[in-house]
């Protein structure tokens, strides 16, 4: 009964995402405690009460791009397409293009991108994010940042994302490379 209720929630994770969710498979078969663990975990992965849904969205974008190019990335951004962020949004993250972004929504993404390179800059970014959002605005985007970085990590290291793909973005097909996840 429970392999029952865990493929069904893999098929569900599989059909959100539009990714495969083979990983959590593995690590089931390898480490049930383990695995139930990181279930617990990935809630918090989708906290989001203040943030406008934009910039919570680059900010994973760019947390994520920051660790893969892969499945991972396309993960984030499948997701922020089912949570109606516009296209332009999620195509400026994954190109870098914070011309095509507003003030607010570039700079968490500026503040997304400077956390995961650990640059001095996501200490001179965070006053304007406070101001926008406040505390909770802040804590939220520390939690979008590193929960986006923990399934590529996880996955990588499971031998899963090891390379780089296209990143499909509604009907258009984006090159993303590793090198351009912290390109100025």
Not at 89 to 96: D, E, K, S
Not at 146 to 166: D, E, I, N, W
Request: hydrophobic fraction near 45%; proline fraction near 4%; include cysteine.
């Amino acid at each position: 009964m429970l392999k029952t209720i865990l493929e069904r929630m893999f098929s569900k994770q599989e059909k959100l995402t539009g990714e495969s969710a083979d990983y959590a498979r593995d690590l089931y078969r390898a480490a049930p405690g383990g695995f139930w663990r990181f279930a617990f975990f990935t809630p918090m992965a989708n906290y989001r009460r203040v943030l406008p849904k934009e910039a919570y969205a680059v900010a994973k974008i760019a947390a994520a791009h920051s660790e893969d190019c892969g499945p991972c990335l396309q993960t984030t951004v499948n997701l922020a397409t089912a949570a109606g962020v516009h296209p332009q949004f999620i195509r400026a993250a994954v190109t870098g293009d914070m011309t095509s972004m507003d003030e607010q929504t570039a700079t968490a993404f500026m503040f997304a991108r400077a956390v995961c390179a650990h640059d001095f800059a996501s200490e001179e970014l965070r006053p304007k994010l406070i101001k926008w959002w406040g505390e909770a605005g802040i804590a939220e985007l520390s939690l979008a940042i590193c929960s986006s970085r923990l399934f590529p990590t996880l996955k990588r290291g499971m031998g899963y994302g090891v390379a780089c793909q296209h990143v499909v973005v509604g009907q258009e097909t984006l090159q993303v490379s590793a090198a351009n996840a912290q390109a100025t």
